[in-house]
Nanobody, 127 residues
Framework: VQLVESGGGLVQAGESLRLSCAAS????????MGWFRQAPGKEREFVAA????????AYADSVKGRFTISRDNAKNTVYLQMNSLKLEDTAVYYC?????????????????????WGQGTQVTVSS
């Protein structure tokens, strides 16, 4: 199983980026998927999650109203649209997928050993 993130980069504060995470090796169409991030010297933190159908989402308070998570099950891909980026959004962003089906995206906030992980993509926001 592989999760491959793309779309990271260097942007100025206030600009936008769209991250993608393409899964291969198995389908995640019945599984919650989401994003975490880790800034230098900090622990990995939850950003957003989406349930298998795309109808239920969860967001960290710090990104609510600015980030939008979506998915395309036909492409086995999850996206993170990041608008109005702030300096504090600078981090490595990791895609994750729950191995158990039909889980609640709210529960995805807690890192579990049952998650598959991508290798991460760097997002840097400059002033």
């Amino acid at each position: 199983v592989q999760l491959v993130e793309s779309g990271g980069g260097l942007v100025q504060a206030g600009e936008s980026l769209r991250l993608s995470c393409a899964a291969s090796g198995r389908t995640f169409s019945s599984n919650t998927m989401g994003w975490f991030r880790q800034a230098p010297g900090k622990e990995r933190e939850f950003v957003a999650a989406i349930d298998w159908s795309g109808s239920s989402t969860a967001y960290a308070d710090s990104v609510k109203g600015r980030f939008t998570i979506s998915r395309d099950n036909a492409k086995n891909t999850v996206y993170l649209q990041m608008n109005s980026l702030k300096l504090e959004d600078t981090a490595v962003y990791y895609c994750a997928a729950e191995s158990s089906p039909f889980s609640n995206p709210q529960a995805f906030r807690v890192i579990m050993t049952s998650y598959y992980w991508g290798q991460g993509t760097q997002v840097t926001v400059s002033s």
